[in-house]
Nanobody
Framework: QVQLVESGGGSVQSGGSLRLSCAAS????????MGWFRQAPGKQREGIAVINSRGIPKYVDSVEGRFTVSQDGAKTTLYLQMNSLKPADTAMYYC????????????????????WGQGTQVTVSS
């Protein structure tokens, strides 16, 4: 089992920045992918960024160039640096992790992703 706890959410004005963190514990050595999802009110959850065990990131178009996903050296903390935030980025943000039996595309679709955090709210005002 892997436990994930997010932090760093909050309220910010349009154009501002936030940095989310996700602390991982348990069998973190079993994870191949860690990443971020978000869910806005009335919308489906969407995967937005993932990083694999080799440190290679992948982003969806809506956050490419504005958000950066990274890990610490021990791979027990995942970060999401969010710049140039827009009101459309308002959502609950979730950290997630998965083992090696899927690919990055499947991860971003939430397929075969067993580990999830509780979420942290990000609100961007215009």
């Amino acid at each position: 089992q892997v436990q994930l706890v997010e932090s760093g959410g909050g309220s910010v004005q349009s154009g501002g920045s936030l940095r989310l963190s996700c602390a991982a514990s348990g069998r973190t050595g079993s994870t191949e992918y860690m990443g971020w999802f978000r869910q806005a009110p009335g919308k489906q959850r969407e995967g937005i960024a993932v990083i694999n065990s080799r440190g290679i990131p992948k982003y969806v178009d809506s956050v490419e160039g504005r958000f950066t996903v990274s890990q610490d050296g021990a791979k027990t903390t995942l970060y999401l640096q969010m710049n140039s935030l827009k009101p459309a980025d308002t959502a609950m943000y979730y950290c997630a992790a998965a083992g090696p039996f899927i690919d990055t595309s499947q991860f971003l679709r939430g397929i075969g992703v067993p580990y999830w955090g509780q979420g942290t709210q990000v609100t961007v005002s215009s």
